[in-house]
């Protein structure tokens, strides 16, 4: 039986850049998984990927118990061999709730030629994309947009070296191969979602497999600066969750709550995955297994 232990923090919420509202806030709850991270192949230190379709099947079942709008995978869906998806999307897709993804370093982590497959295989559209619901827009990004693995054509992976180069020189401990950053279209294409939020009173959250802020910064996008700079003023932003460093981490800046969450994949023993409920002052976390439980106030608009 998992234990949890939920904080309750109380916060006047009001939206996007308006300092009072008559906009109601109807509460609501979502499931959250990070680095599932399967293969059948063997342990490599603390991850343990043979193990990590049962743990995705227990977390299914704990997750179908609860009345969700929506659950998401925060990318490393697999650690590698496309053959891999078979056996852990079944699952996945167990759950009643919708379902969602956000792509991962290693969910590219496969035979070039089977790379522009992926998106098919975890049901996805756009690699970037919006979810609407209950005055929230939750923005999903791509971290693997300017990457190594996950650049799939020849203008993409030119502004990709490009982006190497630009920083290589600066000593930044996240200017790794297996980080991966945004491009100059998809940070557009984020102001164009925040204008909308702010035009339609709407909270932001934003999920993304690499982080923006962590405890330490080597698992941050290349550009998380850039990245960071463009939300500052925009009052609407209230939290950025993530997966990557499976350790976790946790950290406020600004009033934004920048949350890791763990990975499911490591350890011999536990797992890692839990709700989050979304309430009118605050968003509560409700952790199984490592994943910690926390009460995170909502920030008050300017």
């Not at 693997?144 to 996950?150: I, K, Q, T």
Request: glycine share 6%; with cysteine; hydrophobic share 35%.
């Amino acid at each position: 039986m998992f234990k949890s232990t939920i904080l309750l923090i109380t916060l006047t919420l009001t939206s996007c850049n308006s300092k009072t509202t008559s906009t109601t806030y109807p509460e609501f709850e979502i499931g959250v998984v990070a680095d599932c991270q399967y293969c059948n192949c063997d342990a490599s230190n603390t991850r343990f990927y043979k193990k990590s379709a049962k743990r995705l099947q227990d977390a299914v079942h704990e997750l179908n118990q609860h009345h969700l709008a929506y659950a998401i995978h925060l990318g490393d869906f697999i650690d590698r061999d496309f053959k891999s998806f078979d056996t852990v999307a079944p699952i996945w897709n167990k759950l009643k709730a919708p379902k969602y993804h956000v792509l991962g370093n290693h969910d590219f982590s496969v035979t070039d030629s089977l790379k522009p497959l992926v998106l098919k295989k975890m049901y996805l559209q756009n690699r970037y994309y919006s979810i609407v619901k209950n005055n929230w827009r939750f923005i999903v990004l791509d971290g693997n947009d300017l990457s190594v693995h996950g650049a799939l054509n020849k203008k993409k992976k030119q502004q990709t070296d490009s982006l190497f180069q630009l920083l290589q020189n600066k000593n930044l401990p996240n200017v790794v191969h297996w980080n991966g950053g945004l491009s100059n279209t998809q940070l557009q294409w984020v102001k164009k979602e925040l204008a909308l939020a702010t035009t339609n009173n709407e909270s932001v959250g934003f999920f993304c497999h690499f982080a923006a802020l962590g405890k330490e910064q080597t698992h941050n996008l290349l550009n998380y600066q850039q990245f960071l700079d463009s939300i500052r003023p925009y009052d609407c932003v209230k939290f950025y969750f993530n997966g990557h460093n499976h350790a976790g981490s946790y950290v406020q800046k600004n009033g934004v709550h920048f949350l890791n969450f763990k990975g499911m994949v490591d350890t011999q023993d536990s797992t890692a995955f839990a709700t989050v409920k979304f309430r009118k002052d605050s968003i509560l976390v409700r952790g199984f297994g490592r994943e910690i439980s926390r009460g995170l106030k909502i920030k008050v608009a300017h």
